[in-house]
C-alpha cells in the first residue's frame, strides 16, 4: 500500500490515457461498525408521519447516520408514525430508554415536493431542543435524511455533523481507474473521471465544487481541476518532469504541489489555473505530500532530507523548516485537523503502517488503527473521525475511525481496490 510513497520519493514516473469521464459507478460502498463510543447516548428516532409515501424511508436514513457515528443508542419505538406537532407520551419513550426523541411529519404540498417537518425533544425534561423545516423531492429522501440526522447531531453535540458531506476515492478494477464520489456513508456513489492509467491524489476545494487530482493519461503525471458540477477541468500543473501531490489552500485560490521541474521533488504554490508557480522549500533530499494549515500559514509535508521520511512544515510563504516528527523512522502523509490542533498521519510501528495522531502542542501521540497497511489519512470537516485507506483479504479497502480510537468502521465495494480517500468540506447552502 506504500509503494505510491516509496515512488514519489525515489521519482517514479509512469504514464497513462484517458477513456471516460462522468459515469454512475458499479459498486456501492457498503458500511460495517466494528466499533464503538464507550458511554453512547440513548435516542429514538420515531416513525415520521407521512413518510410511507415516499420510495424510502427518511428515518431509516437518519437512525443509520447516528448509529454509525458511535456516539448514540438507537432505540425502537415501533411502526407508529409520530408527528412533528403531536403530543409526545414521555413516560413511554423514557421507559424505552431514550433521554431524546426525534418526531416528524413529511407533507406533499403539490408539484412533487414534500414539507418536512422535525422536532428533537429531552424526555427527561420534556422540552424542545429544537426544530427543523425543509422541502424535498421524494428522490431526495437521503440528503433528506442527512441533513436531519447532522440537525441532531449538532444539537446534542453542539458540534456539526457530517452526513451531509461526501468522500473521494480512486477505485480500481482490473485495469482500470475511476475517481469516485460519494456521500459520507457510501451511497450515492458517482464517477467523476476513469482512466486505463492510474489516478491517484484526489483532494477537494474548501468548497466542495472542484477536486484536484493527479492523472496519468499523458503519458506522465500532470496536475488537473475538475468541477464536479460541469466535468470540465484545466491543467494546474505540467511542467517538465512529475506534477504530484496537490493540496488546496483554505482560500480556493491555490495549490501546493510536488514538481520535478528544478531536479528532485520539491514543494510549490500555484495559483489553481496553473498560474504564478512559486518555490516554498528546498532541500537535498525528496519532499512530497504537502497539507495546509487551516490558517493558510503553514505547508506540513514529507520529507526524507534526514535520511528517512519524516514530517515537516515549513511556512506557506517560504522560510525556516520546521521536523515535526521525532519517533520511529517512518512517519508519512501529514494531514492537519479543521481546528489546528492536531495532525494524523501513518507511521510505521513495529512494521505495521498505522494511522497515528499527534496533539501539536504537546507531541504526544497515539496510535489509532489496529491495521497494519494503512496509507491517506483524512479528517472529516469536524475533525472527529479519521477516514483512511488500508488492507483487508488481500485488496484495498476504506476505513474510518474517531480521533480517539474508540470508534472503528470498515467500508468496502463489491469488488476492486478502493485507495486514496479524502473527507469532503461540509456543504454549502
Known amino acids: 500500500?506504500?509503494?505510491?510513497?516509496?515512488?514519489?520519493?525515489?521519482?517514479?514516473?509512469?504514464?497513462?490515457?484517458?477513456?471516460?469521464?462522468?459515469?454512475?459507478?458499479?459498486?456501492?460502498?457498503?458500511i460495517e461498525i466494528t466499533g464503538s463510543g464507550a458511554n453512547r447516548m440513548p435516542v429514538?428516532?420515531?416513525?415520521?408521519?407521512?413518510?410511507?409515501?415516499?420510495?424510502r424511508a427518511v428515518t431509516d436514513v437518519v437512525r443509520a447516520d447516528l448509529e454509525r457515528s458511535g456516539l448514540f443508542k438507537m432505540i425502537e419505538l415501533g411502526p407508529v408514525p409520530m408527528g412533528a406537532d403531536a403530543p409526545v407520551d414521555f413516560a413511554r419513550v423514557r421507559g424505552k430508554g431514550a433521554d431524546a426523541v426525534?418526531?416528524?411529519?413529511?407533507?406533499?404540498?403539490?408539484?412533487?415536493?414534500?414539507?418536512?417537518?422535525?422536532?428533537?425533544?429531552?424526555?427527561?425534561?420534556q422540552v424542545s431542543l429544537g426544530t427543523q423545516a425543509m422541502l424535498m423531492s421524494a428522490n431526495q429522501y437521503r440528503t433528506t435524511g442527512h441533513r436531519i440526522a447532522d440537525f441532531i447531531y449538532e444539537k446534542l453535540?453542539?458540534?456539526?455533523?457530517?452526513?451531509?458531506?461526501?468522500?473521494?476515492?480512486v477505485l480500481k478494477v482490473g485495469s482500470r481507474f475511476e475517481l469516485q464520489v460519494a456521500d459520507a456513508d457510501g451511497s450515492n456513489a458517482q464517477t467523476a473521471l476513469a482512466s486505463k492509467e492510474p489516478i491517484i491524489s484526489p483532494a477537494w476545494s474548501p468548497d466542495g465544487s472542484r477536486l484536484a487530482y493527479v492523472s496519468f493519461e499523458s503519458k506522465k503525471p500532470v496536475v488537473y481541476v475538475h468541477s464536479l458540477a460541469t466535468g470540465q477541468r484545466n491543467v494546474a500543473a505540467n511542467f517538465k518532469g512529475s506534477n504530484s501531490a496537490p493540496a488546496w489552500s483554505p482560500d480556493g485560490r491555490r495549490l501546493a504541489v510536488v514538481l520535478t521541474k528544478d531536479g528532485q521533488s520539491q514543494l510549490y504554490v500555484v495559483n489553481a489555473d496553473g498560474s504564478g508557480v512559486q518555490r516554498?522549500?528546498?532541500?537535498?533530499?525528496?519532499?512530497?505530500?504537502?497539507?495546509?494549515?487551516?490558517?493558510?500559514?503553514?505547508?506540513?509535508?514529507?520529507?526524507?532530507?534526514?535520511?528517512?521520511?519524516?514530517?515537516?512544515?515549513t511556512s506557506?510563504?517560504?522560510?525556516d523548516t520546521q521536523r515535526i516528527t521525532f519517533e520511529g523512522s517512518y512517519n508519512v502523509s501529514p494531514k492537519i485537523s479543521p481546528d489546528g490542533k492536531s495532525m494524523v498521519y501513518v507511521a510505521r510501528n513495529?512494521?505495521?503502517?498505522?494511522?497515528?495522531?499527534?496533539?501539536?502542542?504537546?507531541?504526544?501521540?497515539?496510535?489509532?488503527?489496529?491495521?497494519?497497511?494503512?496509507?491517506?489519512?483524512?479528517f472529516a470537516?469536524?475533525?472527529?473521525?479519521?477516514?483512511?485507506?488500508?488492507?483487508?483479504?488481500?485488496?484495498?479497502?476504506?476505513?474510518?475511525?474517531s480521533a480517539d480510537g474508540r470508534v472503528k468502521q470498515r467500508l468496502s465495494v463489491q469488488s476492486g481496490d478502493v485507495r486514496e480517500p479524502t473527507w469532503g468540506p461540509q456543504p454549502r447552502n
Not at 426525534?102 to 427527561?124: E, H, P, S
Not at 470537516?381 to 476505513?399: C, F, H, I, K, S
Open 157 to 169: 453535540t453542539g458540534e456539526p455533523g457530517v452526513f451531509s458531506t461526501r468522500i473521494a476515492y
Open 1 to 30: 500500500m506504500h509503494t505510491r510513497i516509496l515512488s514519489l520519493l525515489r521519482g517514479f514516473l509512469p504514464g497513462c490515457a484517458l477513456v471516460l469521464a462522468s459515469s454512475v459507478a458499479h459498486a456501492q460502498l457498503s
Open 381 to 401: 470537516p469536524n475533525g472527529r473521525m479519521v477516514l483512511y485507506a488500508t488492507e483487508q483479504g488481500g485488496r484495498g479497502v476504506l476505513a474510518a475511525v
Open 102 to 125: 426525534a418526531t416528524g411529519t413529511i407533507a406533499a404540498n403539490g408539484a412533487g415536493r414534500y414539507q418536512v417537518q422535525v422536532r428533537l425533544q429531552d424526555t427527561q425534561k
Open 350 to 378: 513495529s512494521g505495521r503502517f498505522q494511522v497515528a495522531i499527534m496533539d501539536l502542542a504537546s507531541r504526544q501521540t497515539q496510535i489509532l488503527t489496529d491495521t497494519a497497511k494503512d496509507e491517506s489519512p483524512s
Open 44 to 55: 429514538a428516532v420515531a416513525a415520521f408521519e407521512g413518510e410511507n409515501a415516499l420510495p
Open 280 to 313: 516554498v522549500a528546498s532541500s537535498s533530499g525528496i519532499d512530497t505530500e504537502p497539507a495546509w494549515s487551516p490558517d493558510g500559514g503553514w505547508i506540513y509535508f514529507t520529507s526524507d532530507r534526514g535520511g528517512s521520511p519524516q514530517i515537516y512544515r
Open 316 to 319: 506557506s510563504s517560504g522560510g
